[in-house]
T-cell receptor, first 112, second 111 residues
Framework: QKEVEQDPGPLSVPEGAIVSLNCTYSNSAFQYFMWYRQYSRKGPELLMYTYSSGNKEDGRFTAQVDKSSKYISLFIRDSQPSDSATYLCAMRAGAGSYQLTFGKGTKLSVIP | DTGVSQNPRHKITKRGQNVTFRCDPISEHNRLYWYRQTLGQGPEFLTYFQNEAQLEKSRLLSDRFSAERPKGSFSTLEIQRTEQGDSAMYLC?????????FGNGTRLTVT
């Protein structure tokens, strides 16, 4: 079992839909959780960064972390064709550890 | 903030040749990271520098790989005697604390 599991999709939704992306993990030491967006032939771009459990909202994006279930989510409201990309979850342990462990990424297509 | 810059963007080389990639981090960032990403996978950690000191190395980083960060500024990643399995996107990232900011990578193709 990999440390971080993420359904690779592909996921296809109509414009305006709410998108839900998820990752599960097995390492209880993970404390910092991130979501990155990656367009084709580009590097990952940070979307959301959260510490420990809870919710964080930024515009159309909401990140949720449930450490008790080892489960993190990213919600995208009012999805746009420009949201079409691969979404990567990433996480790391606490202070002194800067190595990120990534999921495989979920490829999302938003259809106009 | 001009972002993390990586050169070259693409490199095609023949098996057995040596290649070197360069990364220029965001100017005030003291931490620098190298990751490797193959098709359909998330990035995998290779190595980490704090200033000029290389503090972490993955077991993925075989003896053919070497990374440097002289004077704590730019970094280079060298792969000696390249193999077809080295074909991947090599990503550089930098940070002050957290989180990491990535460059657009160097895509290596070994023929």
């Amino acid at each position: 079992q990999k440390e971080v599991e993420q359904d690779p999709g592909p996921l296809s939704v109509p414009e305006g839909a709410i998108v839900s992306l998820n990752c599960t993990y097995s390492n209880s030491a993970f404390q910092y959780f991130m979501w990155y967006r990656q367009y084709s032939r580009k590097g990952p771009e940070l979307l959301m960064y959260t510490y420990s459990s809870g919710n964080k909202e930024d515009g159309r994006f909401t990140a949720q972390v449930d450490k008790s279930s080892k489960y993190i989510s990213l919600f995208i409201r009012d999805s746009q064709p420009s949201d079409s990309a691969t979404y990567l979850c990433a996480m790391r342990a606490g202070a002194g550890s800067y190595q990120l462990t990534f999921g495989k990424g979920t490829k999302l297509s938003v259809i106009p | 903030d001009t972002g993390v810059s990586q050169n070259p963007r693409h490199k095609i080389t023949k098996r057995g040749q040596n290649v070197t990639f360069r990364c220029d981090p965001i100017s005030e960032h003291n931490r620098l990271y190298w990751y490797r990403q193959t098709l359909g996978q998330g990035p995998e950690f290779l190595t980490y520098f704090q200033n000029e000191a290389q503090l972490e190395k993955s077991r993925l980083l075989s003896d053919r790989f070497s990374a440097e960060r002289p004077k704590g500024s730019f970094s280079t990643l060298e792969i000696q005697r390249t193999e077809q399995g080295d074909s991947a996107m090599y990503l550089c990232a930098s940070s002050l604390e957290s989180p990491l900011h990535f460059g657009n990578g160097t895509r290596l193709t070994v023929t």
